[in-house]
């Protein structure tokens, strides 16, 4: 069974910086690429960023280039989000998820997994 293990976020000045992290068990990690997602108060869970497989390749939606960065560690089974510069707009919960991919643009994918519980995170201005 496969589980999904948000942490990290929390509540934090616009500016400021977090880094999550999501625990994948029950399957091999690396053989996948992973996806962290956000879902806002009221909105659709949107992906935010994704990572290769092996860490060789990267996705980021529009408003976090420059800002945010995904990395991964096979070893540990853990992808993480490195998010800086924070603000207002990115308060959103968290998630991760195991991304399959269905074409040839990082947007064509399905997800894997059941979600986890996420992580909030929350931008004051």
């Known amino acids: 069974q496969v589980q999904l293990v948000e942490s990290g976020g929390g509540l934090v000045q616009a500016g400021e910086s977090l880094r999550l992290s999501c625990a994948v068990s029950?399957?091999?990690?690396?053989?996948?690429?992973m996806g962290w997602f956000r879902q806002a108060a009221g909105k659709e869970r949107d992906l935010v960023a994704a990572i290769a497989w092996n860490g060789g390749s990267n996705y980021y939606t529009e408003s976090v280039k420059g800002r945010f960065t995904i990395s991964r560690d096979n070893a540990k089974n853990t992808v993480y989000l490195q998010m800086s510069s924070l603000k207002p707009e990115d308060t959103a919960v968290y998630y991760c998820?195991?991304?399959?991919?269905?074409?040839?643009?990082?947007?064509?994918?399905?997800?894997?997994?059941?979600w986890g519980q996420g992580t909030l995170v929350t931008v004051s201005s």
């Open positions: 998820n195991t991304l399959l991919f269905v074409g040839s643009s990082w947007l064509n994918y399905t997800t894997l997994d059941p």
């Open positions: 029950g399957r091999t990690f690396s053989s996948y690429a």
